[in-house]
């Protein structure tokens, strides 16, 4: 990718903006303030508390990710965003269940100055929800007009200097690809004639492009996966990225099976259920917004595992997700796995895995570093799609004709040599000859 603009440590504020104003964004956000307030750690954060290894090992250059390359400082980040229920941040954080009352309280002022702007949302594509916190609007287009304007008013209002969205709202039902996505010429048509094809998180999306504002997208929905969305990013130089927030499950399963292929060891089925009680499981429980989750979790073996490479290991493994909507136990969810794998010889083993789960605690931080990453990408002239961004989601959105990376490790090597190349170091390949490179 070519960097355009020199990196420069920026100046001014920077909005996030969420669609959905539900567990994930209110974590995110009341974690980003207790931070501020010196009341937390930003544990789970890459920017944050991460660090980078450059030049050869012997050199000893190891420093913060944060102080390597310029990204926004959490004191100069102000948030907003959109929601079908009226409750401001406060409220819609205690209703979420993540944090505990005494955390959220310490910070009630903040989050109560922070309420949600009407949400452009038709219960067609949620079953499971209906709010009354909903803008009207003759077509898709006049409502992705109403976006826009909320997006200036709230630049404006808030001072800021530059903005980026991230999806964290509800899973929408399962949709592929048809000929209104094909190109922005298609995709403005359908939003003036309400295509049905066309789904609310896509006309933020359309909005967000459309101003040059940076898009991620946090869940499996279609949204900025569509040709005409990325002909729109490439049009106004605007990084994306997508799909899928990678916690829970998908992340064990990301660490797991890249150790499994390494030595290699054969699979012969992973089961995997889950049993969560929050919104998002509600959501869930709704068969085609499940169908939308399930594609997202299930293509993670299959590329990690490369059957076609290794056939006598990898090439008839069953897989199964289930994720099952509980009530009695709100956002702390639990992931159950069990992995039949077999080793030298054929003889068969069990690995079991019971992840008592915090999906949120695991979001928030992705949030931050998409946000802070993906606005350093705008600022360099980077757009399209970042893959070197694909650590952080389940579905990675890759260039056609490629297919995605799954593997975390390999992740984060990405991540890692594309902050190296912006900031004009070596790559580390680990290919060296020589014991100190
Ligand atoms: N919790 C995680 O760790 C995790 C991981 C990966 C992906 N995700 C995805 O992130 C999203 C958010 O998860 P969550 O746990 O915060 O769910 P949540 O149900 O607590 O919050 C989602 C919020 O989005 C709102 N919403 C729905 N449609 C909207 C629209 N069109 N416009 C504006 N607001 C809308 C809902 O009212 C709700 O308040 C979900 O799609 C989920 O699948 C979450």
């Given at each position: 990718?070519?960097?355009?603009?020199?990196?420069?440590?920026?100046?001014?504020?920077?909005?996030?903006?969420?669609?959905?104003?539900?567990?994930?964004?209110?974590?995110?956000?009341?974690?980003?303030?207790?931070?501020?307030?010196?009341?937390?750690?930003?544990?789970?954060?890459?920017?944050?508390?991460g660090?980078?290894?450059?030049?050869?090992?012997?050199?000893?250059?190891?420093?913060?990710?944060?102080?390597?390359?310029?990204?926004?400082?959490?004191?100069?980040?102000v948030?907003?965003?959109?929601?079908?229920?009226?409750?401001?941040?406060?409220?819609?954080?205690?209703?979420?269940?993540?944090?505990?009352?005494?955390?959220?309280?310490q910070?009630?002022?903040?989050?109560?100055s922070?309420?949600p702007?009407?949400?452009?949302?038709?219960?067609?594509?949620?079953?499971?929800?209906?709010?009354?916190?909903?803008?009207?609007?003759?077509?898709?287009?006049?409502?992705?007009?109403?976006?826009?304007?909320?997006?200036?008013?709230?630049?404006?209002?808030?001072?800021?200097?530059?903005?980026?969205?991230?999806?964290?709202?509800?899973?929408?039902?399962?949709?592929?690809?048809?000929?209104?996505?094909?190109?922005?010429?298609?995709?403005?048509?359908?939003?003036?004639?309400?295509?049905?094809?066309?789904?609310?998180?896509?006309?933020?999306a359309?909005?967000?492009?459309?101003?040059?504002?940076?898009?991620?997208?946090?869940?499996?929905?279609?949204?900025?996966?569509?040709?005409?969305l990325?002909?729109?990013?490439?049009?106004?130089?605007?990084?994306?990225?997508?799909?899928?927030?990678?916690?829970?499950?998908?992340?064990?399963?990301?660490?797991?099976?890249?150790?499994?292929?390494?030595?290699?060891?054969?699979?012969?089925?992973?089961?995997s259920?889950?049993?969560?009680?929050?919104?998002?499981?509600?959501?869930?429980?709704?068969?085609?917004?499940?169908?939308?989750?399930?594609?997202?979790?299930l293509?993670?073996?299959?590329?990690?595992?490369?059957?076609?490479?290794?056939?006598?290991?990898?090439?008839?493994?069953?897989?199964?997700?289930?994720?099952?909507?509980?009530?009695?136990?709100?956002?702390?969810?639990?992931?159950?796995?069990?992995?039949?794998?077999?080793?030298?010889?054929?003889?068969?083993?069990?690995?079991?895995?019971?992840?008592?789960?915090?999906?949120?605690?695991?979001?928030?931080?992705?949030?931050?570093?998409?946000?802070?990453?993906?606005?350093?990408?705008?600022?360099?002239?980077?757009?399209?799609?970042?893959?070197?961004?694909?650590?952080?989601?389940?579905?990675?959105?890759?260039?056609?004709?490629?297919?995605?990376?799954?593997?975390?490790?390999?992740?984060?090597?990405?991540?890692?040599?594309?902050?190296?190349?912006?900031?004009?170091?070596?790559?580390?390949?680990?290919?060296?000859?020589?014991?100190?490179?």
């Amino acid at each position: 990718m070519e960097i355009k603009n020199k990196p420069e440590k920026p100046s001014g504020k920077l909005g996030i903006l969420t669609p959905g104003m539900g567990a994930v964004a209110t974590t995110f956000v009341a974690g980003v303030e207790s931070i501020r307030q010196g009341l937390s750690k930003p544990i789970g954060s890459l920017t944050q508390m991460g660090t980078i290894r450059l030049g050869k090992r012997t050199d000893n250059r190891v420093p913060a990710i944060k102080d390597f390359v310029p990204l926004a400082e959490l004191d100069d980040l102000v948030f907003g965003g959109w929601d079908l229920f009226e409750d401001n941040m406060y409220e819609a954080s205690l209703k979420a269940g993540v944090l505990n009352k005494e955390s959220i309280n310490q910070i009630k002022p903040f989050l109560e100055s922070i309420s949600p702007m009407k949400a452009v949302f038709d219960q067609k594509y949620v079953k499971k929800l209906s709010g009354d916190w909903v803008k009207k609007g003759k077509s898709w287009f006049d409502l992705a007009e109403q976006l826009k304007e909320d997006i200036l008013e709230f630049k404006k209002q808030n001072n800021c200097d530059r903005l980026v969205m991230i999806w964290c709202a509800s899973t929408e039902i399962f949709m592929k690809p048809s000929a209104v996505h094909k190109d922005l010429a298609s995709f403005e048509k359908g939003l003036k004639e309400n295509n049905p094809d066309i789904a609310p998180s896509m006309v933020y999306a359309y909005a967000a492009l459309s101003l040059g504002v940076p898009f991620a997208n946090g869940a499996p929905n279609l949204t900025v996966d569509i040709p005409a969305l990325m002909e729109l990013a490439h049009k106004n130089e605007v990084p994306i990225g997508g799909k899928d927030f990678k916690t829970g499950q998908t992340l064990m399963k990301t660490i797991l099976a890249p150790g499994l292929k390494a030595r290699l060891l054969g699979l012969n089925g992973w089961f995997s259920t889950n049993i969560l009680g929050n919104r998002d499981g509600e959501v869930l429980d709704d068969p085609e917004s499940f169908k939308t989750k399930e594609e997202s979790k299930l293509s993670v073996l299959e590329h990690i595992l490369q059957p076609e490479l290794y056939p006598d290991l990898y090439s008839d493994f069953y897989h199964k997700v289930r994720i099952n909507y509980y009530p009695p136990r709100g956002d702390n969810k639990e992931g159950w796995d069990n992995l039949d794998i077999f080793g030298w010889l054929g003889y068969p083993m069990q690995i079991k895995i019971d992840f008592l789960c915090r999906d949120s605690i695991l979001a928030a931080p992705i949030v931050l570093d998409l946000a802070l990453f993906l606005d350093l990408s705008q600022r360099i002239g980077f757009h399209g799609i970042q893959e070197w961004l694909s650590f952080y989601f389940k579905s990675p959105q890759h260039a056609p004709g490629l297919y995605p990376e799954h593997d975390l490790f390999i992740q984060l090597m990405k991540l890692n040599n594309t902050l190296r190349h912006i900031q004009g170091e070596n790559l580390i390949t680990h290919l060296g000859q020589e014991y100190y490179d």
